[in-house]
């Protein structure tokens, strides 16, 4: 058992030594590595000595694997709500993902105050078919409380084999007491990328998520309004309750747009995370073309980087709601033993130098996704306009500054028991951007024959 125990402690010192030569090389002061070498170690020698005692003593035998795990997972959720340690099945979830395609019932989740929130559902999944929101607050799955679980446990709670129902527990703002809500779990096959004309002759594109082919599939759909025939009038492009993915992706989707200039920056403490990357001129689609972005509460970190460069670069009119404000970059790094670490290495800057962490986009018209009823209070209608935000996540960073310079730069390749049938609502913010694409276009016409 003593050899065992050795064992582990040596293991356990390999694996934090590695981890302190990562976060120390940055500094260059000798006595400030010097310091806090010392420190670390001290606190290592402390950690050793309760897995220790822990392996002799508590009442059961533990697997030293799941022992180390959770230490490992406890030190990450220490930092911000984005970084986290992924276990070999967690990091191949994560892979499967990206790709677009999993079972489970479609929506982005994150922990708010301890709860496990919905950030935002995904447009055609069971979920938004079954009238979850964003704000949403889980409190059980399956009938255990979410409490204690961490964000990758929920994840695997609510994933599983198409078919099978979960049960999600609900809590939401508008309603007095917690109600459940039964989801049939399925395939989730994102298709990233949707169209179809509004308006007579208005291009409508909503991207649902930034995925490995989101960029080259709304390439193709522009392909296919641009040799449709028709003239077009103008593009709206809808990345509403878009809750990010990618950003070389994010990049990718706004060079589409731009003819040249910064599309976003980055920020972090090593020198290889300080990057810029740039547009390229291209004839591909009518970049010239009246465009309107939608954002809303649900609109996150690779939306706020597409959203906000084509507002800086005044290639489109942002309309909507404030945007959700993740702004921090998420680098995922492999492990030994297939395991990984996804830590926060990074701010992304807007072309203008505006930190969005925190923050988050501010349209250029405002427009409130649900019509306010005049003859409501002041504080109803407050309460209707409260949304999460990452603000208001535990641990989240502030909003920081960018240096004067960068560094480097490099090229990236009310559900209820009983349904009813559903009424649809306007989508009032859709309706005032074809209104502003009509009014942009009259408005052109009239400059051009003055001249």
């Known amino acids: 058992m003593k050899k065992k125990s050795n064992y582990w402690k040596i293991s356990l010192l390999v694996i934090w030594c590695a981890l302190l030569l990562v976060v120390l090389l940055p500094f260059k002061n000798k006595s400030s590595i010097n310091a806090s070498t010392d420190q670390a170690y001290q606190n290592i020698k402390i ?17 030293p694997q799941k ?3 959770g230490a490992i997972r406890g030190m990450i959720e220490t930092l911000d709500p984005h970084s986290g340690f992924l276990t070999p099945e967690e990091y191949k979830e994560l892979r499967i993902e990206t790709k677009g395609s999993f079972g489970g019932i479609g929506i982005e989740i ?9 950030v935002s559902p995904i447009e055609d999944t069971p979920a938004f078919q079954k009238g979850v929101k964003a704000g949403d607050k889980i409190i059980k799955i399956d009938g255990a409380l979410t409490k204690k679980m961490t964000l990758m446990d929920a994840v695997k709670q609510i994933r599983g084999p ?3 129902d979960v049960v999600l527990t609900i809590m939401r703002q508008e309603v007095p007491k917690l109600f459940d809500v039964t989801i049939t779990r399925d395939v989730i096959v994102i298709k990233s990328v949707k169209s179809r004309t509004v308006g007579e002759n208005i291009a409508y594109v909503r991207v649902l998520t930034f995925q490995e082919e989101t960029a080259e599939r709304l390439k193709d759909t522009l392909a296919e309004i641009k040799a449709g025939g028709k003239p077009v009038q103008g593009l709206i492009l809808d990345l509403r309750n878009n809750p990010g993915g990618l950003l070389d992706q994010a990049v990718k989707v706004s060079d589409l747009f731009l003819d040249s200039g910064l599309i976003v920056y980055t920020q972090g403490r090593v020198e290889s995370q300080n990057m810029k990357f740039e547009a390229h001129s291209s004839v591909e689609f009518d970049k010239k073309l009246p465009m309107v972005v939608l954002v809303n509460h649900g609109s996150a970190s690779a939306s706020e980087i597409v959203a906000g460069a084509l507002q800086d670069h005044n290639r489109a009119l942002v309309l909507g709601v404030q945007t959700f404000g993740k702004g921090s970059v998420q680098t995922i790094i492999p492990l030994e033993d297939e395991s990984a670490l996804r830590l926060t290495t990074a701010l992304y800057y807007t072309p203008k130098g505006t930190s969005i962490q ?3 986009i501010t349209p250029d018209v405002v427009v409130e996704e649900e019509p306010v009823e005049i003859n409501e209070s002041k504080e109803n209608n407050a309460k209707k306009q409260e949304f999460m935000r990452e603000k208001d996540l535990l641990r989240h960073l502030e909003e920081k500054a960018p240096p004067e310079e960068t560094t480097k730069t490099e090229e990236q390749k009310e559900p209820e028991e009983k349904e009813k049938p559903k009424v649809e609502a306007p989508d009032v913010q859709l309706e005032r951007a074809i209104q502003l694409l009509k009014s ?3 408005f052109s016409r009239l400059g051009h024959s003055s001249r």
């Open 110 to 118: 994150t922990i708010k105050d301890g709860l496990l929130t919905v």
């Open 67 to 69: 022992l180390i795990y």
């Open 440 to 442: 942009w276009t009259v």
């Open 358 to 360: 925190a923050k988050g």
């Open 162 to 164: 198409k078919g099978k």
């Open 47 to 63: 950690f050793t000595e309760i897995l220790d005692e822990v392996e002799k003593k508590y009442v059961e035998v533990e697997d």
